[in-house]
T-cell receptor
Framework: DAKTTQPPSMDCAEGRAANLPCNHSTISGNEYVYWYRQIHSQGPQYIIHGLKNNETNEMASLIITEDRKSSTLILPHATLRDTAVYYCIVGEGAQKLVFGQGTRLTINP | GAVVSQHPSRVICKSGTSVKIECRSLDFQATTMFWYRQFPKKSLMLMAT?????????EQGVEKDKFLINHASLTLSTLTVTSAHPEDSSFYIC???????????FGPGTRLTVL
């Protein structure tokens, strides 16, 4: 079973920041938080991952709470092409990733 | 990020035939590859973990004799669906772990339709 809980769907206006929450209250000390997204009929695309510290790359920012029980993925300026299912996954990098149901993010013009 | 390819991207076959799907890591060596299956409007379900040079580890409920996995080199893993039936129709996706990095990269997927 997936170790994360995400809202099933969210909407965001184009140009705004999209903030996607994820709860992972049973995360263990050596597990990372990974975010992937899947656009219809494509393979999942890696977005970002982190262990304890907040992370930022060219795609997004990842904010992890101090107790590591939840995190937020931030897409700073959402575009229509960001419409996808976003998966938050916790796991050890060398091990299998268990996908939950994800959040279906719709960016509206 | 690292690039993973799959071939074919789409295949249609008759019931009872076998289908082979290839997964390649194009610009890195992958000691571990993973195979997933995804049904319409569902999430990805892990089928098996494939380690180069050793037998694959299958998830509970996945028939190892039906879904043959071979990981003969550090850049290639294959999934063969043997004696395919319509219920095997699905989107099959592989991923590869980048050596020392805690990241997995996914292929574009293969859509299998069994008539």
């Amino acid at each position: 079973d997936a170790k994360t809980t995400q809202p099933p769907s969210m909407d965001c206006a184009e140009g705004r920041a999209a903030n996607l929450p994820c709860n992972h209250s049973t995360i263990s000390g050596n597990e990372y938080v990974y975010w992937y997204r899947q656009i219809h009929s494509q393979g999942p695309q890696y977005i970002i991952h982190g262990l304890k510290n907040n992370e930022t790359n060219e795609m997004a920012s990842l904010i992890i709470t101090e107790d590591r029980k939840s995190s937020t993925l931030i897409l700073p300026h959402a575009t229509l092409r960001d419409t996808a299912v976003y998966y938050c996954i916790v796991g050890e990098g060398a091990q299998k990733l268990v996908f939950g149901q994800g959040t279906r993010l719709t960016i509206n013009p | 990020g690292a690039v993973v390819s799959q071939h074919p991207s789409r295949v249609i076959c008759k019931s009872g035939t076998s289908v082979k799907i290839e997964c390649r890591s194009l610009d890195f060596q992958a000691t571990t590859m993973f195979w997933y299956r995804q049904f319409p409007k569902k999430s990805l379900m892990l089928m098996a973990t494939s380690n180069e040079g050793s037998k694959a580890t299958y998830e509970q409920g996945v028939e190892k004799d039906k879904f043959l996995i071979n990981h003969a080199s550090l850049t290639l893993s294959t999934l063969t669906v043997t004696s395919a039936h319509p219920e095997d129709s699905s989107f099959y996706i592989c991923s590869a772990r980048v050596g020392s990095r805690n990241e997995q990269f996914f292929g574009p997927g293969t859509r299998l339709t069994v008539l």
